[in-house]
């Protein structure tokens, strides 16, 4: 009998070939002007030839005005569409989805003396971001609306909105970050009207058919915690009445935990699983090993999806289902901070690699 995880899904107009997501992470492999380059494309060949079911891209910037990196895929003008074909066929060519994950950084943006945020506050490095405008948030809107249509365009099989890890649009639903008193603040309801916008926005312009994914922090750094699990509630029920694919479950501590942690949300996500069953779900954060896997699959979550592990080794998945040992990858989080000093090297086991070998170099002179 084969794993749980190679068990095919169907979800609401996507089908799945396998239950393995590779979740969005940021690659650092994308030029300053905002295109894939050839390492990026051999990522996604890697990934799709790695019994990986469904590949999410890094986020990709849907406005100018919220880039979060100097090396992010742009989507916010047409002339990115093309660039995105090639890692689609790849993906397709493997019988692996291909979902565009978009993204405004908010007050995290770079290049931008203008930053704006939920509400006025002060930022680090001494920096300060005024309240959007309710004129701006619709703006920001109108941007992702559009990203989705050029990534139905290019041919993806559905977008997933970046609603996690402090970006504009978690930071709106977090109360942590939300203390609005106007129709986009105060409760859930409203903490959530400008994400419930834009995937209105996106079935309008996209069609009904074309799959909204949506990226969550299942936890918060805000002190009711129990507030917080009663909003992730009512928030399944509304993006399953909203017609969204699938919710893609991480957290906003996940760098910070052990090293040796795995599984980070499974508690959690299991008991609002419980709580509202219609919902397809997949779990990201401390999945190490094929048991882990198996153990969110036996959990009731239809999907697993795996970050950092593929980053050290894109095979993480072949290598398990062939009998192999847990992931070499540590949770050390270098991938977030190494490729800025040093271009292409995304794993501190690459690098480790890199410098032995130039060691051994200088040795042998």
């Known amino acids: ?21 590779r979740s969005a992470v940021h690659s650092f492999l994308a030029g300053r002007d905002g295109y894939m380059t050839e390492a990026e494309y051999k990522m996604y060949e890697a990934l799709a030839a790695n019994h990986i079911g469904t590949i999410i891209t890094g986020h990709c910037c849907v406005d100018p005005r919220g880039r979060a990196n100097i090396e992010q895929v742009n989507l916010y003008d047409d002339c990115f569409i093309p660039q995105f074909r090639r890692a689609i066929e790849t993906a397709h060519a ?7 994950q978009i993204n405004h950084a908010g007050p995290r943006a770079i290049d ?10 002060p930022l680090k490095k001494e920096r300060t971001a005024r309240a959007l ?16 249509r050029r990534a139905q365009q290019a041919g993806a099989d559905g977008v997933q909105l970046h609603a996690a890890h402090s970006y504009l649009l978690s930071r709106f639903i977090d109360p942590t970050f939300n203390q609005r008193t106007d129709e986009y603040g105060g409760d859930i309801e409203g903490r959530f009207r400008m994400t419930e916008e834009i995937i209105r926005g996106i079935h309008e312009a996209c069609g009904p058919d074309f799959p909204v994914l949506i990226k969550v922090n299942i936890d918060t750094k805000h002190e009711d915690a129990r507030g917080y699990h009663d909003d992730m509630v009512w928030l399944l029920h509304r ?9 893609e479950f991480s957290g906003v501590d996940f760098i910070n935990l052990p090293h040796d942690a795995t599984l980070y949300y499974l508690e959690e996500a299991v008991r609002l699983k419980q709580e509202v069953p219609e919902v397809p779900l997949s779990l990201v954060g401390g999945v190490r090993s094929l048991a882990d896997m198996e153990n969110v699959m036996a959990a009731g979550i239809e999907c697993v999806s ?7 080794e894109p095979d993480f998945v072949t290598k398990e289902l062939s009998g192999g040992e847990k992931s070499i990858c540590i949770s050390c989080s270098r991938c977030f901070v190494l490729p800025h000093m040093h271009p292409g090297v995304r794993c501190v086991w690459a690098w480790k690699k890199i410098r032995a070998a130039q060691k051994a170099a200088k040795a042998g002179k």
């Open 306 to 312: 795996i970050g950092r592990p593929l980053i050290a």
């Open 239 to 247: 993006v399953h009445a909203l017609g969204v694919t699938l919710v």
């Open 1 to 21: 009998m084969s794993n749980m995880i190679e068990r095919p899904l169907e979800l609401p107009h996507l089908t799945l070939k396998n239950r393995v997501i």
């Open 133 to 148: 405008t309710k004129a701006e948030i619709k703006d920001i809107e109108a941007h992702f609306i559009a990203a989705a």
């Open 94 to 100: 493997e019988d692996a989805r291909f979902i565009v």
């Open 112 to 121: 931008n003396d203008d930053l704006a945020d939920v509400v006025a506050r």
